[in-house]
Structure formats: structure tokens, C-alpha cells
């Protein structure tokens, strides 16, 4: 699984990304392969390596990443015909990058489980 390092860097601009929302708590970007006509990714801007990091400290950045989500199905025209959310967790779950990501897709009907 490769790390998350290009997560942090278009979180700081290190890297140019298509962010499509920030804020002081997650950022959102178009993904670079993306599997949907759109493919937005939700990252918390703080470092949690998968969701088995959850802990009742950070328990809230879930509600939060959920919350943006909907509000980008909102903007990007998706909300109504319908959309995934999806977090894969570590390698068998599909997680490729070792950093908390969440998944919007949507803009055709989607038939594949991720």
C-alpha cells in the first residue's frame, strides 16, 4: 500500500490537484483515475492511516467528510440521480493509499461494488 504522503502534499499545495473543497478540517479532489464521471476524494486533513483509527477522539471528521460529501453530490448535480460513498479499509478492502479517504461517485448509474 503506498503511503500517504501525496494525500498531505495536496492538502498544502505542495502538488497540483483539482481541490473542489477545503476547509480547516478535509479537503476534496477530483481523483487522478477516476472509475465515475465523478470521482471526488474526501481526505481529513489531519493524518489517519484507515478507519481502524477511529478512535473517540477523531470519531467527528467522519460526520464531517459525510456532510461534504452531500454537499458536493449538491453542487457537482449528483444528489438526485444518485451517488456512492465508499471507504475501503486496508489492502484486502481495496485501500491503496495509507491515509483515510472516502469515495464520492456518481453521475451514471454505477454497477460495480467499487
Request: with cysteine.
Amino acid at each position: 500500500m503506498e503511503d500517504g504522503v501525496i494525500f498531505k502534499k495536496i492538502i498544502n499545495n505542495k502538488i497540483s490537484a483539482n481541490i473542489v473543497y477545503q476547509d480547516h478540517k478535509v479537503t476534496a479532489f477530483t481523483d487522478i483515475k477516476p472509475k465515475a464521471p465523478v470521482h471526488i476524494l474526501i481526505v481529513p486533513n489531519c493524518f489517519i492511516a484507515s478507519s481502524n483509527e477511529i478512535n473517540k477522539n477523531n470519531k467527528y471528521i467522519l460526520a464531517h467528510m459525510f456532510y461534504i460529501a452531500v454537499k458536493i453530490a449538491k453542487k457537482e448535480k449528483i444528489s438526485q440521480t444518485g451517488y456512492k460513498i465508499i471507504i475501503n479499509c486496508n489492502k484486502n478492502g481495496g485501500q491503496e493509499i495509507n491515509y483515510l479517504h472516502m469515495h464520492l461517485l456518481g453521475g451514471e448509474k454505477l454497477k460495480f461494488l467499487y
